[in-house]
């Protein structure tokens, strides 16, 4: 028979009904054992602890789901989606305020979206085709299917199309979503991952309160999914140089679902 694992060891020395750690977890620093983790859990998640020991799952089981993100929750793509091979959606680099660097800038308030593609281990995915498309400042969208009569800006890219490095990353520039009819400001994003079903789904700002709260799509989300395509917009330098000019950024992490799980990433 094998000796016992490190994590056994602890567990096995520890006595459950003395609240104190255990000697060996003071002094080796190792993950505490499984009664001194759930004290250290907020009251919501105890609760879901208590709800799942009571229905029979084991405490290896709940400590998984505990650990595991849920995946970002799918949306409609809606009917704008980007006709990559018409000449005017040809540029699709990361700064979507101009078509190229000598060209001039979009109307509209700049912002940068930061963002990180993970698995639901939270583990950074790389090799990962990031798209955003979205309306210009007016609320338009660069799509023949667009028939309100908003102005188009000739000098706004509409799309970007970003591949994640080894560390799950991605970045670009942006203005803020104009409103358009039945929809509060938002972007949309299609990520493809090697070996995975693709993820369609939406982003949404804090700031827009109200026009969320009357967005259909939007309200169709569960409160916690809600939570998870809805950023705060913070400034921060735009390069490394802390000098450097700052634009309203906010941080999305999508989290895709395992591979061969359809029902996580099927669109609505
Ligand atoms: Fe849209």
Request: aromatic share 18%; no cysteine.
């Given at each position: 028979m094998p000796p016992p694992s490190p994590r056994e060891h602890v567990e096995s020395s520890?006595?459950?009904?003395?609240?104190l750690p255990s000697p060996i977890f003071q002094t080796n620093h190792r993950k505490p054992p499984a009664m001194l983790e759930f004290q250290l859990l907020d009251s919501r998640r105890k609760f879901l602890v208590r709800a799942a020991l009571a229905s029979g799952l084991s405490i290896n089981t709940i400590q998984k789901a505990l650990a595991e993100l849920p995946p970002t929750a799918p949306q409609t793509k809606g009917?704008?989606?980007?006709?990559?091979?018409i000449e005017k959606q040809k540029h699709f680099d990361a700064d979507l305020t101009r078509l190229s660097n000598d060209s001039p800038i979009a109307d509209g308030e700049q912002i940068v979206i930061k963002g990180i593609v993970v698995d639901v281990d939270e583990k950074p995915l790389d090799n990962v085709i990031v798209e955003v498309w979205q309306a210009c400042a007016s609320g338009r969208?660069?799509?023949?299917?667009?028939?309100?009569?908003r102005p188009a800006d000739p000098n706004f890219q509409y799309w970007a199309r970003m591949l994640t490095p080894a560390e799950g990353s991605f970045s670009f520039r942006t203005i803020q979503p104009g409103k358009y009819p039945g929809r509060t400001p938002h972007i949309h994003y299609r990520i493809l991952a090697p070996g995975r079903p693709e993820l369609v789904t939406q982003m949404y700002f804090d700031s827009h309160t109200e026009e969320n709260r009357n967005d259909g799509i939007y309200m169709n989300l569960k409160p916690e999914q809600r939570l998870a395509v809805t950023l705060g917009l913070e400034p921060q330098p735009?390069?490394?140089?802390?000098n450097s000019d700052k634009l309203p950024t906010g941080l999305f992490k999508i989290v895709l679902g395992p591979p061969n799980n359809p029902k996580s990433t099927q669109p609505m």
């Open positions: 520890y006595d459950p009904y003395n609240p009917p704008f989606y980007p006709i990559p091979d969208y660069n799509h023949p299917q667009d028939k309100n009569d735009i390069s490394n140089d802390a």
